[in-house]
């Protein structure tokens, strides 16, 4: 594996090619609409499309493929962030301890992962409480987070990096909390049956689980320990307004929907490709907005 430099990999001439979000399935992905109201806003001659890749298919030949085609860069997505991993000729440090790759660039014949989910998520937080991070902010408390997928093993590695004092870390099957304690030297893993006293004067919840979504048994998940003011955190967007988001607002806790991870991220990779940092502004959300009610 060749040695990471972000300046002489990543730094690309404004793409005049084709962008994608490979997936299995993809239909249903938000990228297309928030890419290409990018593309569209800074003028630039590119196209950002669904491109579905099946867990069956040789994922390194379907990737060569891509760049044949003239494709510049990619978001990857579920189930496919290992296998992309595996395929790069050049990591990121984000991507390297992750063990997984959101963000392909294809450059001179090379192909170079970067991951910014978890960048993505602290961009996120501070977007939604600008006011709330400093020294009695959620920056300077312990942090719950509840779950241990992908998603987490990118959360918990990013609040590391931020350098959050006290990472409570748990889910439903210890062992695979376990398996993250690694990415932060500050990450202590609980039970899960002892979530709720683990969130004694945490200044940040977040639920990476399924449990709350539609069609998913509810996070039964008491709020009344936490730190005032706290940030409550649930990374799907859709349902946007979850039930713990929901008592959070009750609660006097400041909620934090997945939307703010979803752009974020998105953000960080459209800057990868192009140089340019994108506004996430009112029409974005807007059209976002509709297209989920719209759908879902």
């Known amino acids: 594996m060749a040695g990471w430099s972000h300046d002489g990999l990543f730094t690309m001439m404004r793409p005049s090619g084709k962008l994608a ?10 990228s297309p609409l928030i890419h290409n109201y990018w593309l569209a806003a800074h003028g630039l001659p590119a196209l950002y499309e669904a491109y579905p ?7 390194g030949a379907a990737l060569r493929a891509m760049a044949d085609a003239g494709f510049v860069g990619a978001n990857v997505t579920v189930p496919h962030k290992e296998a992309a991993f595996a395929a790069m000729d050049a990591l990121s440090p984000a991507a390297q301890t992750l063990g997984a790759v959101n963000t392909i660039s294809f450059k001179d014949g090379r192909l170079l ?4 989910d978890g960048d993505g998520f602290l961009a996120g937080l501070e977007a939604a409480a600008p006011d709330h ?4 902010g959620w920056q300077n408390a312990p942090a719950l987070v509840l779950g241990a997928g992908g998603a987490a093993r990118a959360i918990v590695a990013a609040l590391g990096r931020a350098g959050i004092p006290d990472i409570r870390l ?47 048994p509810p996070l039964d998940m008491p709020l009344d320990r936490l730190k005032k003011a706290a940030l409550v955190s649930d990374i799907v967007y859709t349902p946007r307004h979850t039930e713990l988001l929901r008592k959070a607002q009750q609660g006097g806790f400041i909620a934090v929907d997945g939307l703010g991870m979803l752009l974020n991220q998105a953000a960080l990779s459209f800057e990868i490709w192009t140089d340019t940092r994108p506004r996430i502004d009112d029409g974005l959300r807007a059209l976002l907005l509709a297209d989920l009610t719209k759908k879902d």
């Open 21 to 30: 979000i490979i997936g299995w399935p993809v239909s249903h992905s938000r």
């Open 53 to 59: 890749i099946s867990p069956t298919d040789d994922f």
């Open 113 to 116: 992962g970067d991951n910014t």
């Open 133 to 136: 991070g400093g020294k009695d």
């Open 170 to 216: 748990v889910n439903r099957t210890r062992d695979r909390a376990e398996a993250l304690s690694g990415l932060a030297a500050s990450i202590a893993v609980g039970d899960w049956d002892a979530r709720a006293k683990l969130a004694d004067g945490c200044g940040l919840l977040v639920n990476t689980t399924s449990l709350g979504m539609a069609g998913q």
